[in-house]
Structure formats: C-alpha cells, structure tokens
C-alpha cells in the first residue's frame, strides 16, 4: 500500500542558469537530509548553453567569445548528456527528488521524463515518442521537441528536462544539438495544428504530467521566497 | 574463483545475460540481478571484495541494470582517499549522471583504465571486468556494517516494491 506523497513545485519564471544550479544544490542538501520533501522547480533561462560533464565541446559550432555577441551565455555541469541550448519560451522543470524512496533508477527515472513530455504533447495533439536506444529525448519524427539532462547524487535528482515551446531555433544551430547530428530540432508551437494557451498554461499541464506520471497525491505550491524557509505555501 | 569467471564468459558467449552465477544462493529475486558470495554491499548499491590489504569496489549486477546502458565512467587518479560513503565517481547512462560511492575508507591504489575505453564493462560483467577502484582500507572494521549477500537481496526486493 503506497502512502501519500508530497511534492512541492515552484513556478520561477525566467531564472539565470548560475542562480538556478545554486538554489538546487541547497535543495539537495535539504532533501538529502529529509529536511524538505521532493520539490520541483518550473522555470526558463535566459539564452544559455551548456555542456554535460563528459566536456563535448567539439559540439559547439561557433567560438565561446562569439556567444557573448549573441546575447547567450555556457556553463559547463556535472549533468549526463550532451550540449544543449536553453532559453525563452522553453519550459524547463528540475525534480529535486529522492529516487531511492521511490524505488526508481536512473533510466525508469529518465523514462518518466520522457513520458512526461510525451503526454504533454499528445495534449496538443502532437505524436511524440521517446528516443531510439542512446538518444535519449523526445521526438515528433527525427525532430527533437524535449530534452533531458540529469544529475543523480546520492539518490536525489537535479537538473531535469527542457520542452521547446516556441524558443528561438536559431539558437540550435551554433551546437550539435545533444551531439546528434542531422536531426532538427523542434517545437509544440511548430509541431501542432491547433492554437496554444498561454505558456503559463502550458507550464502548468506539464508540472501536472509530470505530477501523475510519478504518482505523487498532493501538491504544495510555494512562491520563490520561501523554498527552503519551512513556509508552508498553499495547499491544493 | 576461476570456476567463476569460466562460467561468467561462457554464459556472455551464449549471449545469456551474466546473471547465472555460481554462487546464485541468493541471486534469484524478482528481477533477476544476481549478488555474489563473498562480497559485501552498500545501500547505495556498491560492492566490495576484500582480499589481504585490498578491496575492490564496483557497482552491482543490480545497480547497472537499474542505471541502463554505461557511455561514460569518471574515475579519479589513483593515490587519492576516500572516506565511506564518500563519491569516487560517476557514470554516466541514459543521459544521467550518477554518483558512485565508496563503502570504505581507505587510498585508492589501482583504478581501472579499461572503463575508459569500454565503459560498457560495468553493464556486461559488473563483478568482474567492470571493477571500478582498488582501495587500501584505512579501517577494515567498516565491512562489518555492510551487508551481505542475503541481506542485500533483500534490500533490493524492498526498494524495488517500494513504487
């Protein structure tokens, strides 16, 4: 018999990369020694690239100075995967949560993920599927809409999964994107024949997927200021 | 030991997973991961094998199976220490980047070089070609609070159950 599980989500709005990998090693910290229970961070970057901790920068096409130029900024990070873009009008959601009390390893995890997406998408009426064996990731045909990036320390999640909603595709093309080359990249706002909600909206029915696909039975929300304070935010 | 390995390749050969061990007392749970006498185990699912004034460490039959195909191994230098329950490195599968942890104390005297090359060892033979570092053990008596092969089973039905 399961128990009720709890989760607390943050809707961040735009958040710089650096500020958003600091608040989610204190939030490791604070889950690893049970003092928060699994949250999730809802949130974009500003124009940012980034690489994994294998280092594949052969697959950034342009020079590094050449990104200061276009406004963007790259981190190098300790999460798997390869180089990725983020930026406005992708949605991003970090779980911060403890897989060991779930029972799940990393790959049922990142198939959680994809699935995630992959509901999110048929909302719209979009086909997508996860990626064939090593392309980890979630297509509309050869064409990327969902990415995913995870870090797993001691049993506690971070980093997460990135779902293009409509950002600026241009971007893509200075990286082989997740080291896949010949493959595009794409968008719900591409890819589906009907019109899009809002992005909040949309943000919301994917914390919502990602909810039911981890079976989690309640939600807390909590605003930016008092994650990590022991506020209680409202309960839904 | 050499019955062992005999067995282990053979079973590769005949492309049967290298879940028949020859120590399979304890090795048949729910999802078929095998657990070895005559090593002792984490929580975070490492294993140790210690022989006179070496352990080695690597990850379970378990652990790889639950981890999903192994593209990347970060190892540190050898000469380093470790403390229990302290991170040595990470591996990396299905885009996820995953901590490993060391159940002893100790400095890291031989890490194992082929996981560079082949990180797909630690999938195909996890015991054995896929061992991951070479630890003198500053404190044995830490091997005491690890458990063994039955418990560990048990260990894994419980985590397993648990969503």
Redesign the interface.
């Known amino acids: 018999m399961k128990s009720a599980r709890i989760i607390e989500v943050c809707r961040m709005g735009v958040v710089n990369y650096m500020d958003a990998l600091k608040l989610q090693e204190r939030l490791i910290a604070a889950r690893k020694s049970s003092k928060i229970p699994d949250t999730l961070l809802s949130l974009q970057h500003p124009p940012t690239y980034t690489l ?3 280092r594949t920068d052969h697959n950034l096409l342009v020079p590094e100075s050449d990104l200061g130029k276009m406004g963007a900024e790259l981190y190098y990070t ?4 390869d180089i990725t873009f983020h930026g406005p009008h992708q949605a991003i959601l970090y779980p911060i949560i403890s897989l ?11 198939e959680k993920l994809e699935l995630t997406m992959i509901e999110l998408a048929s909302l719209y009426g979009v086909r997508a599927c996860p990626g064939k ?2 392309e ?2 979630v297509w509309v045909g050869d064409r990327k809409i969902g990415a ?8 506690i999640t971070s980093h997460g999964l990135a779902f293009n909603l409509n950002p600026d595709l241009n971007y893509f093309k200075h990286i082989v994107p997740c080291g896949i080359e010949d493959k595009e990249v794409t968008s719900l706002k591409r890819e589906a024949d009907m019109e899009l909600p809002t992005e909040e909206v949309i943000e919301d029915q994917l914390i919502s997927c990602f909810v039911t696909q981890f ?1 989690y039975s309640s939600i807390t929300w909590k605003d930016k200021k008092s994650l990590l304070c022991g506020d209680d935010g409202d309960t839904r | 030991m050499a019955l062992r390995v005999w067995a282990s390749s053979t079973a590769n050969a005949l492309r049967l997973s290298s879940k028949a061990s020859l120590s399979p007392a304890f090795s048949l749970h729910r999802c078929f991961s095998s657990v070895l006498d005559g090593l002792k185990y984490a929580p ?1 699912h490492e294993w140790v094998k210690h022989e006179g004034p070496v352990a080695t460490v690597g990850i379970t039959d378990h ?1 790889q ?5 192994v ?2 191994v ?1 190892l540190p230098e050898p000469g380093g220490s470790v403390s229990k329950g302290g ?1 040595f490195g ?1 591996v ?8 490993i ?1 060391c159940p002893v104390s100790g400095e890291i005297v031989e890490v194992n070089t082929k996981l560079t090359e082949t990180p797909g060892l630690v999938n195909s033979s996890p015991y054995e070609d896929g061992w991951m570092i070479k630890v003198k053990p500053s404190d044995p008596s830490e091997l005491g609070s690890l458990m063994g092969p039955k418990e560990y089973t048990k260990f894994c039905e419980e ?5």
Not at chain 2, 159 to 163: I, N, T
């Open positions: 994994g901790k294998r300790q999460r798997g995967g060991r009390d779930i029972g799940l390893g990393a790959r049922k995890y990142v064996s090593g980890t990731g995913i990036g995870v870090r797993i320390s001691n049993g079976g | 975070s652990a199976d639950h981890l999903g195909e593209v990347f970060d991170s990470a990396e599968s299905v885009k996820a980047t995953s901590d942890n985590e397993d159950a648990a969503h």
